[in-house]
């Protein structure tokens, strides 16, 4: 027989036992209105066991669940509580009918049960004024037999209440609408877990799963907000589905091994643990078989407070045990309830019973909860009050639907959908807590993480951490017992955290895998921004070595308080000094001799330029400014030029008037005519005051800056990036002014004493032609400050050349030598070369 075949079949004998209903459950409470429950009292995680052996599953077959008849018996408290209470419910009893879901294995029975008339289900047009034998459903427990419940539900709008459901699948109401929920979804769940994980550094964990809905979808919910956290999954694996009453098999022996194989060669030391607890019984064997401890167990709220897997206490040797679960609320009575004989024995139903199928049987239920009774007291029965409030959610909406009052309620048909509407709209307090459902049909309420422990006089699940659904903060609020020496906070990191300033180089294909490099000067690591590149610092700025922040770079240029400056300061005012004392001398001595002899008013048109660049000489002193580099790029190249040109005329009068007036006195008469020097000097000064302004519409005057290649942590400011080679354009007309200079004066030097500057000329040009391709050649090799502090001091000894070395001798033959300073001796000086040359 084939698959298919045997699973219609199995609808066939499923519709079978449908059309003969099965009997009131011994779990039954009767009443005015009833409370249909479904819970988990035994287990088997497989759940289509039966499909193959064409068979009504046999629940008490299974494991016995220990917290599945907790939750029912909560149920029951809850209900008993709420009847002997005349002020929620006046005049009307509540009833229950709760049945054994068996995990998975029996979930379409019961829900087709409840939603039969005096066991009939009719197919009908409009189900709107139905009434089924419940007017509401608690649980199941787990989010595949919810789902599958919460379908068959919904065509009536029957509400449904679950009490440890988490998918986040079930909050889409197009799907489930009347499907609502007394804890959080899953996605606090899951974030309770990643911060949990943030807090304590952990980024290199391992994520085991069950083969099933809930581990495939919580699985994928945990990578989804991983992302974008650095957390990095090191393996994920399936946890094999153990056969009926946890036989292990061949099989899942050598998987389980496997999986444990991969843990301990991980160098992660973090598992999160997505799976029921039946699945994990064999998985922990292996894991102390093998003896694999040091890690770090993070329980998803389907194992984290299992009394069963709690019991296994070889446990405490192999790490360290989390878990996520609601938070603890202590109810009042219910321990003493859960373990409490009923007085009156077990009800009895009115029809036979119906071997082979699946009931509310559970022989071996009150005894086994017994045992327990002391670990589910200190526990604080957490999942408990989920379904304690639920119970009390469709109370206080049959209280506002049957219009009660102090004294009694209406008595009148409630339909389901009526009821769906009301239990959205409730809002009480419950212990401490606030009962309302939002939008999606949720409780918000608050989650805990919590601690194994097995010393039996505390609480073995402890309180270390809360957490918050509204504001999804976590908040530590005890010590963690590590299992690590010294009680230090165990490391699951790929990599260790890069220290400041340093980049991470991915390794492998986990972005937790990396290398740390320093960041290199000139670079910084912006975290905020990229943790895997430094960053350039602005032009600006600079940085050190392993910085996470660029500062500004020291600006350098030449400053007051400096030898260099101090020393060309003194030597400008010597300069400036001696050249104010020469005018005045020669302006005293206007009509000397002497005076005549350097060249009349032309000296003036020297002594005046000479002065107003010593004057511009400060401008090259301090932080400069768009006016500073105006003045050095105009006002002195053109006063400068001026005394060079002044000077090359001069030696060029002085060889006309002593050669080339005898040979060529048509030309020289034109040039006394027509007032050559003058003329010459005025041309000169024309073409340099055009490649003046032709050097400022190339080089704005603009002051910028550049790195100085010795010392990248200094900017070097100054007036033009280009200032080198306007500059070399600037002075090539010096220099050749200079080289004709130089050539006169080297011609006439054997001219008559008194008229005789040769050798001072010569002098003076020389150096000028010296010092400037010195300094040109200087500026060509080297780029600091000291660029500057030569150019200013080549600058200052050029013009204190022309001030001494031109007019320093006139002067002194001026003041110390009169008798010198008379026409007869000028003119006896030219009859005495006349005299040689003939």
Known sequence: MGPWARMVCSLFLLLQVLAEPAENSDFHLAGDYLLGGLFTLHANVKGTVHLYYLKVPQCKEYEMKVLGYNLMQAMRFAVEEINNQSSLLPGVLLGYEMIDVCYVSN???PVLYFMAQDDFLPIQADYTYYVPRVVAVIGPDNSESVSTVASFLSLL???QITYSAISDQLRDKRRFPALLRTMSGA??????????????????IIVLVSNDEYGRDN???????????????????????????????LEEHQRLGAIVDKLQQSTARVVVVFSPDLVLHNFFQEVLRRNFTGAVWIASESWAIDPVLHNFTELHRIGTFLGITTQSVPI???SEFRVRRWQAGLPHSSRPSQEGTCNQECDTCFNTTESFNTILTLSGERVVYGVYSAVYAVAHALHSLLRCDQTGCSNRTVYPWQLLQEIRKVNFPLLGHQIKFDTEGDMAMPLEIIQWQWDMTQNPFQSIASYSPTTEKLEVIKVVSWHTPNNMVPVSMCSKSC???????????????FECIDCLPGTYLNQTADEYDCQVCPSNK???????????????????????????????????????????????????????SAGGPMCFLMLVPLLVAYMVVPVYVGLPTVATCLFRQTLFPLCFTTCITCITVRSFQIVCVFKMASRLPRAYGYWLRYHGPYISVLCIIALKVVIVVGNLLTNSPNPTTRTDPDDPQIMIISCNPNYRSGLLFSTGLDLVLSVLGFSFAYTGKELPTSYNEAKFITLNMTFYFISSVALITFMSVYNGVLVTIMELLVTVLNLLAISLGYFGPKCFTILFYPERNTQA?????IQGYTMRKE
């Open 107 to 109: 979930n379409i029975h």
């Open 157 to 159: 709008l029957l509400p």
């Open 187 to 204: 996605k606090h769940h899951v974030e309770a877990i990643v911060k949990l994980m943030v807090h304590y550094g952990w980024n290199w």
């Open 219 to 249: 699985s994928q919910l945990l990578t989804e907000r991983l992302s974008g956290r650095d957390i990095c999954i090191a393996f994920q694996e399936l946890l094999p589905t153990p056969q009926n009453n946890q036989e292990e098999t």
């Open 332 to 334: 009042p009575g219910f």
């Open 499 to 513: 220290q400041s300033g340093q980049k991470k180089k991915s390794v492998g294909i986990h972005p937790c895998c």
């Open 542 to 596: 600079w940085s050190h070595r392993s910085d996470t922040s660029c500062f500004h770079r020291r600006l350098a240029f030449l400053e007051w308080h400096e030898a260099p400056t101090i020393i060309v300061a003194v030597l400008t005012l010597l300069g400036f000094l001696s050249t104010l004392v020469t005018l005045l001398v020669f302006w005293r001595h206007f009509q000397t001799p002497v005076v005549r």
């Open 825 to 829: 001796y000028f003119n006896s000086m």
